[in-house]
């Protein structure tokens, strides 16, 4: 079955502060998310070290979730500044991506994300990230992957990043994003 992989290593620049720590419901926004998909029954990866040099993004957390876990089938990426996405959301994606066998994700945003995994998965991101110029794009991964795109109908929401304070503080008074 697939794990969840809750990425949560970024730099957090726009926020000015970890974004991963941020409280919410009484602990951390980080604790807040791995505790509600454990709950829907999900298992989780988190907090795994990038083990290329440098903030090489979301790519750099994929490769460490590949090489440190190669016998999950798939795994489901989730940014960990994304609260507003469901858990019926995740299981859909979860499922379409299971029919194709395919990554998939929603048109609009690279992340959330299916991914299967597989050998040759970890060595294409590891020629990526050693490459100073190679891609570093979540896009570029679906795509080279030949991956499928998912119309966000009613999601649009849910597919939000809160990157800002201002949007954290939208988010927190129970407002959609400005």
């Not at 974004?19 to 988190?46: I, M, Y």
Request: hydrophobic content about 40%; glycine content about 8%; some cysteine.
């Amino acid at each position: 079955m697939a794990a969840i992989l809750l990425l949560s290593g970024g730099r957090s620049s726009r926020m000015g502060q970890d974004k991963a720590r941020l409280p919410w419901a009484g602990q951390t926004l980080l604790d807040w998310q791995r505790q509600r998909f454990e709950q829907a029954g999900f298992s989780l990866v988190w907090g795994l070290a990038d083990r290329v040099a440098g903030h090489a993004g979301p790519l750099a957390g994929i490769d460490a979730a590949c090489a440190a876990y190669p016998s999950v089938p798939a795994f489901l990426v989730l940014p960990v500044d994304m609260p507003r996405l469901s858990i019926a959301a995740v299981q859909n994606l979860l499922q379409r991506g299971a029919d194709s066998g395919k990554p998939t994700a929603y048109r609009t945003s690279p992340l959330p994300l299916y991914l299967p995994n597989s050998p040759e998965l970890g060595r294409m991101l590891e020629q990526w990230l050693a490459d100073p110029n190679g891609p570093r794009s979540v896009y570029a991964l679906v795509e080279q992957q030949g991956g499928q795109w998912l119309a966000p109908d009613a999601l649009q929401d849910e597919l939000t990043n809160i990157n800002t304070p201002d949007q954290w503080h939208h988010f927190v008074a129970g407002e959609s994003a400005p």
